[in-house]
């Protein structure tokens, strides 16, 4: 039988903290009082709220220099999906996990979602990869995939696609996610416009085999492994083409994916105002499409996204229905503990952003007080909803602290023992 944290051990740590926890949030719900918000409403949020887990992060990643893996990772999706479950159970913010394929592939699909199920864990969307070559696999990648100037390699591309919704539609997936990694390193190497042709092309082959619940969304990036141009490099090309394909297709942004001094709230503003906002992959970055830990670099921006969200589910957007997702490297950090974090920082963002009192900020916008409507943004921010974060969990069955519990489990060092390191094991980006 493989380990799983004992429910008493999670019983026991959180007796030793709960005297703290409770003063805590006795104290903020008074200052929030006095700034006329009410702490249960924003618990109750906090506590709904949920973002996915990537099977791919729970495995140590690397750079293009090297990986130096981590004791006890997980071998196959089975094992990722434990540490999914894991992370789930003591954090309550991660009930599904967004699997990729072919990394996930298994033989038998019906076996995997009812051991998900066991687990507690369901899925989100699915993603395929076409920016690597697989084994046994009959035509390269290497030149491009779905925009590839051989319509054979651009068949074999759309074939992984449609298989991956299949796969999907097994797991309870209601989502196709699609990044391409085709784009040109040399100016002069493809033609900037027909590759979007064969874009378009290509997706409408996809798109014809959505199920009537599915959305299929499109992931763009601006550079890396294409070093000159990607096909699908921005939120305006990957808009031109959602609009272009039908009201199933929306633009999904994953915050590395933008040149450094983006806005990128505003872009979520302006795709949730097109109701084309497919939802997130989230990380943080410093230079580049770093994939480091959500929250880590610029909580700020974070919030700042979230404040965003905060406003259109307001002000009841038309079509605001964002899937939200981790996409993040762990390449010296137990990514479990990683991924921990990262939940709860983006959870945090959302609790903050609750925390804005948005009638008086709207009031001092329309006055033109600038610093007062900044003042009252910065409130929302600066506010520390640790308080109700610890207590959404803890209501909801998880960890008051959860990296602590995490690491008096032991949870790590059984793995180690039980997973014996395999050659070639597809955890992690590498
Ligand atoms: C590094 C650096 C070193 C080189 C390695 C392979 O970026 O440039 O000089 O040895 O790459
Ligand atoms: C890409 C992109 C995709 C992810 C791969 C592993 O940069 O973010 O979403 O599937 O990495
Ligand atoms: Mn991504
Ligand atoms: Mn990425």
Not at 158 to 168: D, K, L, M, S, T
Not at 182 to 206: H, K, M
Not at 342 to 356: D, G, N
């Amino acid at each position: 039988m493989s380990y799983r944290i004992p429910e008493s051990l999670i019983a026991e740590e959180n007796a030793r903290r709960a005297s703290a926890l409770e003063d805590e949030y006795a104290a903020l719900g008074r200052q929030l009082k006095r700034r006329g918000l009410d702490i249960e409403t924003i618990t109750a949020k906090a506590a709904a709220y949920a973002v996915a887990v990537p099977t791919w992060g729970v495995g140590t990643g690397g750079t293009r220099f090297g990986r130096f893996p981590g004791a006890g990772e997980p071998r196959n999706v089975f094992d990722k999906l434990e540490d999914c479950a894991t992370i789930q159970q003591l954090t309550r913010v991660t009930p599904t996990c967004s699997p990729h394929i072919p990394w996930d592939k298994v033989g038998d699909y019906r076996e995997l979602a009812e051991r998900a199920k066991a687990l507690g864990v369901g899925f989100d969307a699915i993603n395929s990869n076409t920016f690597q070559d697989q084994p046994g696999q009959k035509l390269s990648y290497k030149f491009g995939s779905l925009t590839h100037a051989s319509k054979a390699v651009r068949d074999q591309a759309v074939a992984h696609n449609i298989e991956c919704i299949e796969i999907g539609e097994k797991l309870g997936s209601k989502a196709l996610t699609v990044w391409i990694a085709d784009g040109s390193n040399f100016p002069g190497q493809s033609n900037l416009d027909r590759v979007f042709d064969w874009y378009l092309e290509s997706l409408t082959a996809i798109y014809a085999r959505l199920p009537g619940d599915w959305r299929v969304f499109l992931e763009h990036k601006l550079f890396e492994p294409a070093f000159y141009s990607t096909v699908i490099s921005d939120w305006g090309t990957s808009l031109m083409a959602a609009h272009a394909l039908g009201p199933k297709a929306f633009c999904l942004v994953d915050l590395g994916h933008h040149a450094p001094t983006v806005n990128v709230e505003q872009v979520v503003a302006r795709l949730i105002r097109a109701g084309r906002l497919a939802g997130f992959h989230f990380n943080d970055s410093k230079y580049g499409d770093d994939d480091l830990d959500a929250g880590s670099i610029d909580p700020f921006r974070l919030f700042r996204v979230f404040n965003e969200l905060v406003d259109a589910a307001e002000r009841k957007a038309p079509g605001f229905d964002p899937a939200y997702m981790l996409d993040q490297s762990h390449n010296v950090t137990d990514p479990i503990e990683s991924l921990m974090m990262s939940a709860i920082e983006v959870q945090r963002a959302y609790s903050q952003a609750l925390a804005v009192d948005r009638p008086a900020q709207k009031a001092a916008q329309d006055d033109s007080d600038v610093i007062e409507a900044h003042r009252l943004l910065k409130a929302g921010f600066l506010t520390d909803v640790s308080p109700i974060l610890a207590e959404a969990r803890r209501r909801r069955g998880g960890a008051i602290d959860p990296v602590a519990t995490y690491r008096a489990s032991g949870y790590r060092a059984r793995k180690a023992e039980e997973r014996p390191a395999v050659a070639g094991s597809s955890s992690g980006i590498v």
